[in-house]
């Protein structure tokens, strides 16, 4: 059986997230955690076997959580579960010590196998995150734009609105509103106008 720690910031979400795990029959949680401290108090009192860690969580931010988890246990295994992905934040977590990277939003049975691939003592990366490191190694300039905020830019430019490409991508429409800033961001514009045309400049759209 493989004890794991849930940590995440949404109460459904980590009932939701347990109900499916312990439902395989190989896996059992042992601890959830709503907050940092609390995923570290868990680790501390329960030693599982896996944590499964979203980076978004109050107070410390999940890697300030994940390296506080390595000092206190080196050898736990680590599953970040988060529903941002990109290249930066993605190398980020490995260097800081993580075993897999699962995006939120993806099925039940890929958390399963990055939790069954880490308990075994593999790393796990889902073929598309995978995919898009080999792109950035071999194209750096690829690295400006995840592969979500291209295709928010995309539909930015097909004149969309937030709650349009909200509905579109069946996602939150503050999660849209966070990838659109972080496009600013990357590309050093501040309208949707200017990002457009920086992109399309780019070849990035």
Do not use: C, W
């Not at 109460?11 to 499916?20: E, Q, R, S, T, W």
């Not at 991508?169 to 966070?178: D, G, P, Q, S």
């Amino acid at each position: 059986m493989i004890r794991v720690v849930l940590a995440d910031d949404h109460p459904i979400v980590l009932d939701g997230i347990a109900m499916n795990l312990e439902d395989s029959g190989d896996v059992q949680v042992v601890a959830r955690a709503v907050r940092g401290s609390e995923a570290l108090d868990a680790v501390k009192r329960e030693n599982p076997d896996v944590l499964v860690l979203d980076l978004e969580l109050p107070g410390e931010s999940g890697l300030d959580v994940l390296a506080n988890v390595k000092r206190i246990s080196p050898v736990l295994r680590t599953v970040i579960f988060t529903a941002y992905g990109g290249t930066e934040r993605v190398s980020s977590a490995l260097r800081a010590g993580a075993d897999a990277y699962v995006l939120k939003g993806t099925s039940s049975a890929e958390l399963l196998d990055a939790i069954r691939s880490v308990a075994a003592g593999r790393a796990y990366l889902p073929p598309a995150i995978a995919a898009e490191l080999i792109g950035t190694l071999r194209d750096p300039a690829r690295e400006r734009l995840t592969q979500r905020e291209t295709e928010i830019l995309r539909l930015l430019a097909d004149g969309l609105s937030n709650k349009a490409i909200s509905s579109q991508l069946n996602i939150a429409e503050r999660t849209v509103k966070f990838h659109v800033s972080e496009i600013f961001a990357r590309l050093g514009v501040a309208n949707r106008a200017h990002a457009v045309a920086v992109a399309q400049k780019a070849g990035l759209i």
